[in-house]
């Protein structure tokens, strides 16, 4: 038979090693709840850092998406512009090309630049007349028959008229003396070519209208030839200066 002090210090230690297996049993819950839980934070930290990257680059992508909008709108404003731009210096360069055009064809009237192209050639020939004629200057050619030949050509397009090879311009002076004609000083006698840069059916047609210029030449006893459809030159008035 056992002593009860004995028995009282066998319950003791086994209280002791019960408490202890408890313990140990309760620090390795609790460090086990401890690592579950951390776990659990590092994959929500995961989830969380990489639905916010995702947030970020929705939110780039939108704003480059806007850029990208605003350049184009920018783009397609230079584009509008530069047709514009285009659209007015074609415009301009028509403009020009027609003020260019109507500059030349002032300079070839006025005589400032030589002019070669098919026109008309007019001669006028003093008349055939006998002694017994009582008065002469009913049968030469007089400045008012080359005023007459000058006039219709210009009336009928010519762009240029010149007089025995001197060109015409608008402050020309024809003025007869006897038996010979001065074109702006020069002396030329007779016969007297006239010639015209134009349409040569045009002139023709105009010259031979029925009580036209032709019929008073003749009508004044003047000998005229005609040839149309010649290829003329004439030089710049500046060239003869």
Known sequence: MKKPNSRKRENVSKSII??????????I???????SQS????DNFAANSQFEKEVKFREELIEQQERNKTLREEMQSKQDVLQEFESEFSSGQENYSEI????EKLRRYVGLMPVEGEGLKIILEDGEYGAQTVNPNDYIVHESHVFQ???????SGAEAVAVNGQRIHSNSTI???GPVI??????YPAPFTIEA??????LAASMELPGGVLDQLVNDNIVVTMDEGLDITMPALLSES
Not at 100 to 103: F, K, M, N, R, V
């Open 182 to 187: 001065e074109v702006d000083g020069v002396k």
């Open 197 to 202: 840069i134009g349409k040569p059916e045009v």
């Open 39 to 42: 776990n659990d934070g590092g």
């Open 149 to 155: 030949v000058i006039h219709e050509m210009y009336i």
């Open 100 to 103: 260019a055009a109507e500059a």
């Open 175 to 177: 003025v007869c003396t």
């Open 18 to 27: 019960f408490s202890l297996v408890f313990l140990v049993l309760g620090f």
């Open 29 to 35: 819950l609790s460090y086990s709840y401890s690592l």
